[in-house]
């Protein structure tokens, strides 16, 4: 069973790493839960696909930069670093470009509040984002 969903959910591909982690969750009480979650977490491979799946999860907000804070348009919230913590970072890189690459913050205030921010890295990120990126806690 566990080689038939390995090998067509694309798992085998990844490192070994999860792939342990997720051998040993199989023996929890869930582990049918678990191994769904871990891999849709897991398989998704393009910027839209988690923004999907973090928008099917979550109420999401994009997140933009403006006079060193950060700003939720639809709402009029603002929030400074200390006020917001990194759930996590998605790393992705272009196909066919080393150039065409960029990461994924899912931030969540302290008010509850979960959002997105989305830059570039290497040459072509924002500088300004970086630097509030490092000044959020944690």
Same mark, same amino acid.
């Given at each position: 069973?566990?080689? !038939?969903?390995?090998?067509?959910?694309?798992? %085998? +591909?990844?490192? &070994?790493?999860?792939?342990?982690?997720?051998? =040993?969750?199989?023996? @929890?009480?869930?582990? +049918?839960?678990?191994?769904?979650?871990?891999?849709?977490? !897991?398989?998704?491979?393009?910027?839209?696909?988690?923004?999907?799946?973090?928008?099917? +999860?979550? +109420?999401? =907000? !994009?997140?933009?930069?403006?006079?060193?804070?950060?700003? /939720?348009?639809? @709402?009029?919230?603002?929030?400074?670093?200390?006020?917001?913590? /990194?759930?996590?970072? =998605?790393?992705?890189?272009?196909? %066919?470009?080393?150039?065409?690459? @960029? /990461?994924?913050? &899912?931030?969540?205030?302290?008010?509850?509040?979960?959002?997105?921010?989305?830059?570039?890295?290497?040459?072509? @990120? !924002?500088?300004?984002?970086?630097?509030?990126?490092?000044?959020?806690?944690?």
């Amino acid at each position: 069973m566990l080689w !038939n969903l390995l090998k067509y959910n694309k798992l %085998s +591909k990844r490192i &070994h790493k999860p792939v342990c982690f997720l051998l =040993y969750k199989l023996k @929890s009480d869930k582990p +049918k839960i678990f191994i769904q979650r871990f891999i849709m977490e !897991n398989e998704m491979e393009t910027l839209t696909e988690v923004i999907e799946y973090l928008s099917a +999860k979550y +109420k999401i =907000y !994009n997140f933009e930069l403006e006079n060193g804070i950060l700003v /939720i348009k639809e @709402s009029g919230e603002k929030f400074r670093p200390e006020e917001l913590s /990194i759930l996590k970072t =998605y790393r992705f890189e272009g196909d %066919s470009s080393a150039d065409d690459m @960029s /990461i994924l913050y &899912h931030l969540k205030s302290e008010s509850g509040t979960n959002g997105i921010l989305i830059n570039a890295f290497g040459m072509y @990120s !924002n500088p300004q984002l970086d630097e509030f990126i490092k000044k959020i806690p944690g």
